[in-house]
């Protein structure tokens, strides 16, 4: 069991939770980055961490924690930072962010959401395989083509976990039948193992690895702009006195597969760039600026133009656009006065949005000391 003082004593009025989500969560390193967040936020004077210990599962325990990781970004912006509890603003269909942040400037409300991997987690199937019966092999896996592309919807990814389980267990069982000194490869189910005696005492499993890595760029795309329209809807349902505070989602991207870059196309837009000689380009990009929808360009001319010039939409562009972003072209995305995303590893995208709804559309947000460029990178905890 990891080492989580910090952890420990926020439970130590609730024992019995604490072990019901070490019994749920199978990973230790869920409880070590539990501890590295909360260690940070109290260093930080993040309020409301003991919402961590209501009676929830180790899925809303491991989202919690995705809170705590964006509390902790904003408290070390200069905020003052509270994880709200679910019934802050009332009840009875009234709706409560997940983060209050507070500066001399005002408030924001923040909703997080979070994206985790899509691929199976073959490695620590077979690890509590080992650890559970006493085998004492190290072992590899090698998978089948269909566990090789990464879930991105529920449904594939329970149907992969399920498969992952069955074929795992089949593997175990096939050990449990061998002799401490055999060593040899098993197919099953189209994934190949192979196993040999354990140098150490102990049996592990060495790692894996896939026939392939099937990237699906457009759904993982498709799979961010749902989350954030369900989260943008959210807005609305706010207390009226609330409704115009700066509401923004922080989405916390533990989700290799959705790059950077793709996340910035699909919200602030596609661009393509025309290769030709610099005065050809320069009238080209002109002629095509001069067709940019009439809320855009009134953005251009307003406080936002430094950040349409970070955004590479101002007059000295190196590319034009092709379509102008859910921010710009959805609807839902008036109600969302910016998006932050923090990827693996270490990459932060903070985008305020321009075309929020005259009452969200907050010039303050400007000055976050967040980087609002697709490929920056920072501090994630």
């Known amino acids: 069991m990891p080492n989580t003082p910090t952890l420990d004593l926020l439970f130590a009025d609730f024992p019995q939770q604490l072990q019901k989500l070490h019994t749920e969560i199978k990973y230790p390193t869920v409880f070590e980055s539990a501890e590295i967040l909360l260690s940070a936020a109290e260093s930080l004077g993040v309020l409301g961490t003991e919402k961590l210990t209501q009676p929830i599962s ?6 919690l924690l995705s809170e705590l990781r964006i509390a902790n970004i904003f408290s070390r912006l200069g905020y003052s930072v509270r994880i709200l509890p679910d019934e802050e603003f009332g009840r009875n269909g009234t709706y409560t962010p ?3 942040a507070a500066t001399s ?6 909703e997080v959401a979070s994206g985790s991997p899509g691929g199976v987690d073959m490695s620590s199937l077979i690890q509590e395989g080992l650890t559970e019966n006493n085998l004492c ?5 090698y998978l089948a083509d269909d566990l090789s592309i990464p879930g991105v919807t529920a449904e594939e990814r329970n149907k992969a976990e399920e498969q992952a389980r069955t074929i795992a267990s089949k593997f175990i069982e096939h050990l449990k039948d061998l002799s401490p000194l055999d ?11 192979e196993y040999e005696p354990s140098p150490t005492q102990q049996g592990y499993h060495s790692g894996g690895v896939t026939a392939f890595h099937c990237v699906r760029t457009e759904k993982h795309k498709m799979k961010l702009l749902r989350e954030l329209e369900h989260k943008a809807s959210k807005q609305r349902k706010l207390p009226s006195e609330k409704q115009a505070i700066p509401f923004i989602v922080a989405y916390d991207n533990r989700e290799p597969e959705l790059d950077p870059l793709t996340a910035h196309s699909a919200l602030t837009g596609s661009r393509c760039c025309y290769l030709a000689p610099p005065e050809m380009q320069s009238k080209y990009y002109a002629e095509k600026r001069a067709s940019y929808p009439e809320g855009l360009l009134a953005a251009l001319s307003g406080p ?3 950040l349409m010039d ?5 007059p000295h562009s190196r590319c034009y656009m092709e379509d102008f972003g859910a921010l710009f072209e959805k609807e839902w995305a008036q109600h969302l006065s910016g998006v932050l995303l923090m990827h693996v590893p270490e990459i932060i995208q903070w985008l ?8 969200l559309r907050a010039p303050q947000l400007l000055e976050i000391q967040l980087p609002t460029t697709p490929s920056h990178r920072g501090t994630l905890q």
């Open 105 to 110: 400037c005002g408030e924001i409300l923040i």
């Open 137 to 141: 092999f190290r072992t590899t896996d």
């Open 310 to 314: 970070d955004w590479d939409y101002g």
């Open 304 to 306: 936002w133009r430094r």
């Open 352 to 359: 305020p949005n321009p075309y929020a709804a005259q009452h």
């Open 58 to 63: 180790g899925s809303k325990f491991t989202s």
């Open 98 to 100: 997940d983060l209050l």
């Open 183 to 193: 060593r040899g490869s098993i197919q099953i189910d189209g994934t190949r193992f």
